[in-house]
């Protein structure tokens, strides 16, 4: 049984859905029946539906549909809603996924579950467990920062976790020290660089750059007389997305970082698909002075050359493209940083701290904090050093491929998983 809630769920589960697909067509025992279960977490179109359409996942046999509250309603509300799921499905594994809220609050329902015990099966059957194996991927990894809602939730999911698979050595680490014991722990590589290969030639595909207004188009003529079209990017951009309850949630903050993205879109024009968080937060606080607002159909970017961008969320296919084509990302989410990393594109990380220190390592993220003058500092040196074409990895991309972000780990997860289902 899978868990989704919030939109970087889908990306780590897809692989996964795909590779326990590709197992059960080798006629390998044991055959995995899958159950996808929503929570409902996000439920807006462009935060969840058009994921499951983009990433060709099946729709989720089940929906919890609890939306959104505060932290402790929408954990309780999921706990109590996936309980008497878990009680009719009696599956033998859940899997969760990074650290969301969806994520923690149905490990601790897993966790505490008795199946009646005349109904056992599997793998469960062939211990002395009455509940489901709690497999967490992206386990480990620590920003060591308590006031992240998203720490909380990984220190928790880790500690009643039955397996759990890790994306970088950092995060063994992190888990030995707090007391897991080694036996539980499988460095697998990324299931979220996975998703990233697979839809990468979909994704060259979009057309948002042409949405968007950043392309030349010219028409060419062949030595054979054939006319064809060329397409060159007419405008360097940045990409942004900011979303973290720190950085938005308090009128003060959130102006201090918007006073440096208005000074780095002089240089730079930024493109921004915002987080309904975020929105919510602008129309609150009354800050849409500092933003450009337009749709997707309309922005004309070829001819500007500086601001912010305000655009709805996109898809991942659109955003994938967009981040791939960037000059800069400037970002506080954690998965973009990795796929920035992948990608080689220059990411400016708005947060004080990082739970993925390999991006760091690899030189294509530095960490800014969030004060003023270190965010314009960072992102206009970051600029600078790819206008002189200064830019290096510490890392190289070779080293990244051997600690398995090379779009194999949702193989060795399901491999690991089948192998412990079967005994
Ligand atoms: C959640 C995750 C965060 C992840 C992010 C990705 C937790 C604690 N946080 O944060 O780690 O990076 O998802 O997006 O689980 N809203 C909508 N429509 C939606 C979803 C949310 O309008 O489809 C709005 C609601 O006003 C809601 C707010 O966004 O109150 C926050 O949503 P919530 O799921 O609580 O947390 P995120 O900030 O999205």
């Known amino acids: 049984m899978h868990i989704v809630g919030a939109r970087p769920n889908f990306m780590k589960i897809a692989p996964l859905v795909k590779a326990i697909k590709e197992h059960n067509q080798t006629g390998i025992f044991p055959h995995l029946d899958q159950i996808i279960v929503h929570t409902g977490q996000h439920y807006d179109e462009k935060m969840s539906e058009l994921f499951f359409d ?33 009680l009719q499905y ?9 650290d969301v809220n969806s994520t923690i609050a149905c490990t601790l329902v897993a966790s505490k579950i008795q199946y009646p015990a005349s109904n056992l099966r599997l793998a469960t059957c062939n211990s002395k467990r009455r509940r489901p194996l709690i497999v967490h991927v992206e386990a480990g990894l620590r920003s060591f920062d308590r006031t992240m809602p998203e720490e909380i939730n990984r220190i928790l ?11 970088e050595e950092d995060a063994n680490e992190n888990l030995k020290r707090e007391g897991i014991s080694s036996e539980k722990i ?16 979909k994704a060259k595909k979009s057309d948002i750059l042409n949405r968007l207004g950043l392309i030349n188009q010219r028409l060419r003529t062949s030595d054979q007389g054939l006319s064809t079209r060329d397409y060159a990017l007419s405008t360097p951009y940045a990409v942004l997305t900011l979303h973290r309850p720190s950085n938005v949630d308090h009128k003060e903050t959130f102006l201090n970082i918007l006073e440096a993205l208005k000074e780095i879109s002089k240089k730079i024009p930024i493109i921004f698909p915002a987080h309904p968080r975020t929105q919510n937060r602008i129309k609150q606080f009354h800050l849409d002075q500092y933003f450009k607002r337009f749709s997707t159909s309309n922005l004309q970017l070829a001819t500007c050359n500086s601001g912010i961008y305000c655009i709805e969320p996109l898809g991942y296919l659109d955003f994938l493209w967009l981040m791939a084509n960037a000059k800069l990302v400037l970002t506080d989410s954690g998965g973009i940083q990795e796929e920035t990393t992948v990608l080689g594109v220059s990411c400016v990380t708005i947060r ?12 294509t993220n530095i960490v800014a904090g969030t004060k003023k003058e270190n965010i314009i500092n960072t992102a206009l040196s970051q600029l600078n050093k790819l ?5 290096t990895c510490n890392l190289s991309t070779c080293q990244l491929a051997t600690a398995f972000w090379d779009g194999q780990a949702a193989k060795r997860i399901v491999d690991i998983l089948v192998e412990k289902l079967s005994t």
Request: hydrophobic share 45%.
């Open 54 to 86: 983009h990433l060709g996942l099946p729709k989720p046999d089940i929906n919890l549909e609890v939306g959104s509250a505060s932290h402790a309603v929408q954990t309780a509300e999921i706990m109590i809603r996936f309980e008497r799921v878990l």
């Open 387 to 391: 206008n002189q074409r200064k830019w």
């Open 157 to 167: 999911t880790d500690q009643l976790s039955d397996l759990l698979f890790t994306t």
């Open 352 to 363: 004080e701290n990082t739970e993925r220190p390999i991006t760091v390592k690899m030189g």
């Open 90 to 98: 009696q599956p033998d594994a859940i899997i969760v996924v990074g």
């Open 186 to 201: 499988f460095f697998v590589g990324n299931v979220m660089i996975d998703t990233l290969f697979q839809h990468l030639e």
